[in-house]
Nanobody, 114 residues
């Protein structure tokens, strides 16, 4: 399985971004997809995840501001990020979990200026 993420960038505080991630070679849509992030000097942390049926889970720090969604026909997951804050600055990684395996995409940088 390969994950191709795009849509990061530089934005001012209060702005929005919508990164996306395409899963290639998964064979089915029965998997959990999610976004993690890692800021300099910090551990990688879960931002949001979504199951095949659309059950979502969010970190407290992004709840209400971020929305994760998926298009199973396109094997794509999206992360709508609104009201961005400088503390959201990090490398964002797409993740797919299927049959006990975890797959990671290359990170996409999100930088929020104050």
């Amino acid at each position: 399985v390969q994950l191709q993420a795009s849509g990061g960038g530089l934005v001012q505080a209060g702005g929005s971004l919508r990164p996306s991630c395409v899963a290639i070679g998964s064979g089915s849509v029965n998997y959990v997809m999610g976004w993690y992030r890692q800021a300099p000097g910090r551990d990688r942390e879960l931002v949001a995840s979504i199951s095949t049926r659309g059950t979502t889970n969010y970190a407290d720090s992004v709840n209400v501001r971020f929305t994760i969604s998926r298009d199973n026909a396109k094997n794509t997951v999206y992360l709508q990020m609104n009201s961005l804050k400088p503390e959201d600055t990090a490398v964002y990684y797409c993740n797919l979990q299927q049959r006990g395996m975890a797959y990671w995409g290359k990170g996409t940088q999100v930088t929020v200026s104050s």
